[in-house]
């Protein structure tokens, strides 16, 4: 079943966030992922919700997707993410 990691971003240092758009891709393909929402324009339909920039990732299953964000090769990109922005994230299994 596929699964979808859900993030809001909250660019605090785009300079600094450079090498993670351009490392990202990659990890995300290795385990089976891609994107069908990187940005774009949001139009909120109904509560409080203030999105920032909204990126959404498909995977084959909540295992792959799980895979990826623990993987060694993601975990430094994630440490450069982190220094350089603010995400809520969470993981949705689809149905």
Known sequence: ???????????????????????????IEKYGGRYLVRGGAVDVLEGEFVPKHITVLEFPSVEHAKAWYESP?????????????RCDGFIVAGV
Do not use: C, W
């Open 1 to 27: 079943m596929a699964a979808y990691v859900i993030a809001n971003f909250e660019v605090l240092d785009a300079a600094a966030l450079e090498g993670y758009r351009h490392g990202a891709p990659a990890t």
């Open 73 to 85: 090769e993601y975990r430094v990109l994630l440490k450069q993410r982190q220094a350089a922005s």
